[in-house]
């Protein structure tokens, strides 16, 4: 199903007036496929996907009336949705340290070819580079994390970032640089182990 | 930008063009129970707001209570201490 932008308006404006049950349920259907799809992109686990678009829902509507009606829906419910996935990753441990044994044989074939910077081969990888890169980021905080992942995965600009975190657009930059600096050393430590 | 840095951009470049999933199926039951869910939270809020109301006299009524105890016994304290230094020969 898919909403214009006045039609997810009121049905929010519905469900903040009397918690309307039709609009919310109008509102999940039409804007799961966008949230699912944000969620993929931050989190590894497809396992929880699912449980983490249920939590934005339910924050959203639990939360409706700090929705500005004069603004589109779409930007505050991705903004939920990174802060569910930040708060996912807060609530875990973060990995020390990655191994080139921690690797799997996909991952492995990604990274020699990026460390060999074979090209032609390396395009045929981007499932694997994917995957290796998440693994990469798993070795930071959630915040590091979630600065990174919106910079490299999703190619979002500094103010893009700002505005889906809510941080300033110099925390923005500060956090980036850090983060790069931890995944740097995360990266020449699995060249190490791997030569 | 240093050989690290080459390479890390050039993994992230692969990795934005990977595979994208399929679209996610809407699981069933998710609208209800995110519904309930949020449902649930707003009543405990709303709750909590109402005891917070209901308690509010209460505790003005109770802060008033203590201030006029505590400014009453005072100034009981400063008559007496004055009736000490009056009564108290300067030289004796």
């Known amino acids: 199903m898919i909403l214009t932008d006045s039609e997810s308006r009121a049905c929010m404006a519905a469900w903040q007036r009397c918690s309307d049950e039709g609009a919310a349920r109008v509102l999940v259907e039409a804007f799961h496929p966008f949230v699912a799809s944000l969620i993929r992109r931050h989190v590894a686990d497809a ?20 929705w500005d009606a004069s603004r589109p829906l779409e930007p505050w419910l991705a903004r939920i949705a990174i802060n569910q996935c930040r708060d996912h ?10 191994r080139w044994s921690d690797l799997t044989e996909g991952e ?13 081969k390396a395009d045929a990888l981007n499932d694997e580079s994917r995957s290796l890169m998440m693994r990469l980021l798993d070795t930071l905080s959630a915040g590091d994390r979630m600065v990174l992942s919106l910079l490299h995965l999703d190619g979002k600009t500094t103010d893009e970032i700002a505005t889906l975190t809510g941080w300033s657009r110099t925390l923005v930059k500060v956090r980036a640089f850090r983060a790069r600096r931890k995944m740097r050393a995360a ?4 060249e190490a182990s791997h030569s | 930008m240093n050989e690290i840095d080459q390479r890390l951009e050039q993994l992230a470049a692969r990795a934005r063009n990977a595979t994208a999933p399929p679209p996610a199926e809407l699981p069933f ?3 209800t129970r995110a519904i309930a869910s949020a449902r649930a939270t707003s009543d405990t809020s709303a709750l ?18 203590c201030l006029w105890w505590s400014a009453s016994a005072m100034s009981a304290d400063a008559h007496d201490l004055a009736q ?8 004796p």
Request: hydrophobic share 45%.
């Open chain 1, 47 to 66: 396992g929880c996907v699912e449980d983490l678009a249920q939590q934005t829902f339910t924050r959203c509507f639990a939360k409706a009336e700090q």
């Open chain 1, 89 to 98: 990753y807060r609530a875990r441990r973060v990995r020390p340290e990655l």
């Open chain 1, 108 to 120: 492995q074939e990604a990274m020699e070819a990026t460390l060999t910077a074979a090209e032609p």
């Open chain 1, 187 to 190: 990266f020449e430590q699995l």
């Open chain 2, 29 to 31: 039951g998710l609208a």
């Open chain 2, 48 to 65: 909590w707001t109402q005891f917070s109301l209901a308690a509010l006299p209460v505790a003005t009524v109770t802060t008033a209570a």
């Open chain 2, 84 to 91: 000490v230094f009056i009564q108290t020969p300067l030289f």
